[in-house]
């Protein structure tokens, strides 16, 4: 039986030091970091791992559950793992434990409330985004790619993926200019 600890926080300015000892002071034998979004599961390789790597009896150790994940959803599919593994979860800063009826009522209520705060915050960015709009302050971002040197490259014979290397860009990018010109 051994005791994982996972840490993360959404940018790469943000520090992970606190989450990092609380973890430690709680016993987790190895700490895992990772500075992705929790607003999905999607390239978070250290939650991956850790996942991976539990077994029967293990813990995996987090500070609060909004470190995990910022919806039910995904929440819960994290749960559902760790229980397939035979392990349990637990947060240093709540009181969470998923073998009793309430904890996992109580487990539920802190995702939807991690999901709502995360909805909030795109409302807010939203909002503000719109009166910045209407204000004249923003106007959306810099345009990166060249459309009229897309078009010529396409005329010319080159194809998607060699306008995207010769341009530096995605191809998903030369394919919405291509389908709107």
């Known amino acids: ?18 989450q990092v000892e609380k973890l430690t002071q ?6 895992r970091e990772e500075k992705m979004s929790g607003t999905t599961r999607e390239g978070r390789k250290e939650l991956d791992t850790l996942l991976a790597f539990l ?18 959803g995904d929440l819960q599919d994290i749960v559902k793992a760790i229980r397939a593994k035979g392990a349990a979860l637990k947060a ?16 539920d209520m802190l995702g939807v409330f991690a999901e709502f705060e995360t909805n909030l915050r795109k409302e ?5 985004i719109a009166k910045a709009k209407k204000a004249g302050v923003y106007k959306g971002g ?9 078009i010529q490259m396409k ?5 998607p993926s060699a306008i995207a290397k010769a341009l530096g860009v995605s191809r998903m990018q030369i394919h919405r200019i291509l ?3």
């Open 1 to 18: 039986m051994a005791t994982y600890g996972y840490a993360r926080v959404s940018t790469t300015d943000q520090d992970l030091t606190t």
């Open 26 to 31: 709680a016993g987790c034998t190895i700490v």
């Open 55 to 72: 077994h029967p009896g293990d813990v995996l150790m987090v500070t609060k559950i909004d470190r995990l994940a910022r919806s039910v």
């Open 92 to 107: 240093t800063d709540q009181s969470v434990d998923t073998s009793t009826a309430a904890g996992k009522a109580f487990l």
């Open 124 to 128: 807010r960015q939203m909002d503000g």
């Open 142 to 150: 810099k345009t990166r790619i060249d459309r009229e040197t897309v």
């Open 155 to 159: 005329v010319e014979g080159h194809g």
């Open 179 to 181: 389908t709107q010109a």
